[in-house]
């Protein structure tokens, strides 16, 4: 039995104990739950390969305590017992130092990951499936910790008709302003099978946690939508620049880890996994990386053979620099690498016939064509066409768009058709056999570019404007507040103070 005054001292220590446990919980936590790792799976995103009829793969992280886990795959069925006799995949893992990253054989400090030190990446590819079939899928992280199931559907076969989605740059206001358009966009078109973000998915491409509230936005949509992400310059900007104060360097060491994309034997491995192609029913869509500049011609001759390889009835390109810029550029240090990619890419994109190029960077809308020769007139709706070229913006960040932007390409042929400023957008992409029907909304869903490419049994395309909800173009003198021309949007939150 304990005497009176070891109770009391227990008595007192249970009190403190009770005390500092209450002033604890009373405490914010280190990291927000959204940041944190845990041995649970979470970041849960698929990705296409080159051949989304048989094969997709999924990649998530955990906390870096987990170096070896799996997915489990089948197809889905009606009754809820549909998981008996999944599949087992064992996934590739790896553990990803987020304070440190090696450029030219040095070790950098990257300052603003101070909340978390490292976390594990994970992927399973799933090959070997059947086209257009809906799949549940689930992944794990320390043994026993399984996500939920998840479905997604592989690509038709054929020529079947079917959606995507597109998105310019979310990379400001990821969790204040951009999650509301990418779940209007879920909202709007749930039967997408694709999403490609044109670039700077986030504001520094290395900053853990601004991935943290891209995810947080994207919550499950894209553990069931597969991504198609493009890489723009913010995510290789991560604060190093090179000794010479020039172009911005090195691809954020999160996004191979976070993001499984085909890779490519005749590429140089710079560009793995941000120049890639994969082929989408009737349609081909090859992403370049327009930050390698310096593999540009490379990038040219790849886009040309695979181009020139595939008898896709589509194909559309997309890249983060626009080929057409809207704005009036000029930062300091940072070389303009339009002319030189308009000199390389634009003759094989017309070459091939690509019928669309998706792209984004200028935080403003721009949509237009370059009208073929005799072929149109001038202000008609029907116009014959080779290529019609976007780019559109989804977060908050918002620019100007420069006087007769597009002007200085007139050479081209390419006529700047809609524009807008002030606004975010999501796009709605339907392909068929016959035409591209094209929808861009606003964040509150209303239709303000449409228009449809038919493919003609002779000759170039025809381009047909279609009716939107808004017709006056949106600017940012009819539209609201914008302060002192830049975008007063909070950053996201490392952490709590
Ligand atoms: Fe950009």
């Not at 936590?29 to 997709?56: C, E, G, H, M, N």
């Not at 996934?91 to 090696?102: G, I, M, R, Y």
């Not at 399984?146 to 079917?162: D, G, I, K, V, Y």
């Not at 595939?310 to 057409?324: E, I, Q, T």
Request: net charge negative; charged share 20%.
């Amino acid at each position: 039995m304990l005497s009176k005054n070891r109770l009391n001292a227990l008595s007192i220590w249970l009190v403190v104990f009770a005390f500092c446990a209450s002033g604890a919980m009373a405490q914010q936590p280190a990291v927000p739950t959204w940041q944190a790792t845990s041995l649970w799976p979470d970041r849960i995103i698929v990705t296409l390969d080159q051949d989304p009829k048989t094969t997709f793969s999924v990649s998530w992280r955990t906390d870096a305590s987990v170096t070896q886990t799996r997915a489990e795959i089948i197809a889905a069925e009606a009754h809820s017992r549909f998981d008996l006799g999944a599949s087992v995949v064992e996934a590739q893992s790896q553990t990803v130092n987020l304070k440190a990253k090696e450029i030219d054989g040095t070790t950098h400090s990257l300052q603003w990951n101070t909340h978390l030190d490292s976390a594990s990446y994970h992927t399973a590819q799933f090959a070997g499936l059947n086209p257009d079939t809906l799949y549940a899928y689930r992944v794990m992280g320390a043994e026993g910790y399984w996500s939920e199931w998840l479905q997604t559907r592989t690509a038709p076969a054929n020529a079947e008709p079917f959606t995507f989605l597109y998105f310019g740059d979310a990379q400001d206001g990821l969790d204040s302003h951009w999650a509301r358009v990418i779940r209007a966009a879920y909202r709007t078109a749930p039967d997408s099978r694709f999403a490609i973000h044109a670039g700077d998915l986030v504001n520094f491409g290395s900053r853990d946690y601004e991935w943290a509230a891209w995810f947080k936005s994207v919550s499950f949509i894209h553990g069931m939508i597969p991504a198609l992400p493009v890489a723009g310059n913010h995510e290789y900007y991560d604060g190093i620049r090179n000794p010479e104060g020039g172009q911005l360097t090195a691809l954020s060491l999160l996004w191979r880890p976070q993001f499984a994309l085909p890779t490519y034997a005749d590429l140089p491995p710079d560009v793995a996994e941000t120049v890639y192609a994969t082929r989408y029913g009737n349609t081909l869509i090859v992403t370049l990386d327009t930050m390698a500049d310096q593999y540009f011609a490379e990038q040219a001759q790849w886009l040309d053979n695979i181009l020139a390889a595939s008898d896709a009835r589509w194909k559309v390109v997309a890249m983060h620099h626009p080929l057409f810029e809207l704005l009036e550029r000029n930062i300091p240090g940072v070389v303009d690498t339009g002319p030189e990619r308009r000199s390389l890419f634009l003759p094989i994109i017309e070459k091939h016939g690509v019928d669309l190029v998706l792209q984004g960077h200028d935080h403003a809308y721009g949509r237009g064509a370059v009208i073929s020769r005799g072929g149109s007139r001038a202000g008609s709706r029907r116009q014959r066409i080779s290529t019609v070229y976007v780019s559109t913006s989804s977060g908050a960040k918002m620019y100007g768009i420069k006087n007769d932007a597009w002007q200085a390409f007139a050479d081209t042929g390419a006529v700047l058709q809609r524009q807008a400023e002030n606004t975010q957008f999501f796009q709605i992409i339907r392909i068929s056999n016959d035409a591209i029907t094209y929808e861009a909304f606003t964040a509150t869903e209303q239709l303000y570019d449409a228009f449809r490419i038919e493919k003609q049994s002779r000759g170039p395309n025809r381009l047909i404007e279609l009716p939107t909800d808004l017709t006056t173009d949106r600017t940012f003198e009819n539209t609201g507040e914008y302060v002192n021309g830049r975008y007063d949007i909070p950053p996201e939150v490392e952490s709590p103070q």
